[in-house]
């Protein structure tokens, strides 16, 4: 079987690692100046952390969760993407369905003209115990989405999970197969699973896929409840990091080249050697719709 090479125009991409704190409208000033200063930096496609708007934690959820796209959140990332001309992914934020009641971790994406152009509820809920160490329950408060999500920008296609999503080869591997050239993660891991795996699962997730894997993470808060990992980074299809950070806040920019796509996916011709004679193809029954969402057919 082949696929076909993927549409790809470079571009600049920018991770914008947030201090996040409790007090939303600072965080949502906070996220725009940097989102200007990015885009400043010439960068096309900017990515804010996951639960940029609130403190992470499921306690916090129910109080800072918001309706979209009637939100104060939607209205400033939308205006953000617009004044800044970028496509924007703007991290999560905690989602309230006001039909249902039930709350989602959501990202949300724009286009330059400030559109909202995709929405990706949390699909694989950040439930883990690590005894003396970590114990997390989104579920506690959150329900798990129903679709993945891919988007069509002029650039490429972009797969989007949120940070947890990560730990699951299924979905960047239906988002590759179906022509995405990155995953994109607004992430937020921690000081146990962080050092463990932050970047080794983006480096699995871009050399299984042979593409480019981003994952923006909040700055480091030693006065919050939760510890975020930092660390933001951009690896590229050959399993390189090629920009990363420390744990403070800042912009990591990565240039996402489609000739080092290309040329890597020749050398090593992956695409051309699956074996679906021996093992199911995860993409094959799988159906892309125009608003973004991928569902089972
Ligand atoms: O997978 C992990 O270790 C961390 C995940 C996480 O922090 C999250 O999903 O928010």
Redesign the pocket.
Known sequence: MTTPTPLFSPFKLALVQLAVGSNKDENLKNARKNVLEASNHGANVVVLP?CFNSP?GTSFFPNYAENIPQGSSVKALSEMAKDAGVYLFGGSIPERDESTGKLYNTSTVYDPEGHLVAKHR?VHL?D?DVPGKIR?Q?SETLTAGNWLTHITTPYGKLGLG???D??FPEMAAIAARKGCIAMIYP????MT?GPL?WELLQRARAVDNQIYVAMCSPARDTSASYHAWGHSSVVDPRGQVVATTGHEQDIVYADLDPELLASFRQSIPLNQQRRHDLYCDVAENVEEHADGTVLLK
């Not at 992430?187 to 921690?190: D, H, Q, R, Y």
Request: net charge neutral.
């Open positions: 996951e992470y949390k950040f883990i997390f989104e949120i940070c947890y990560v730990r992430g937020a891991f921690n699973t795996h």
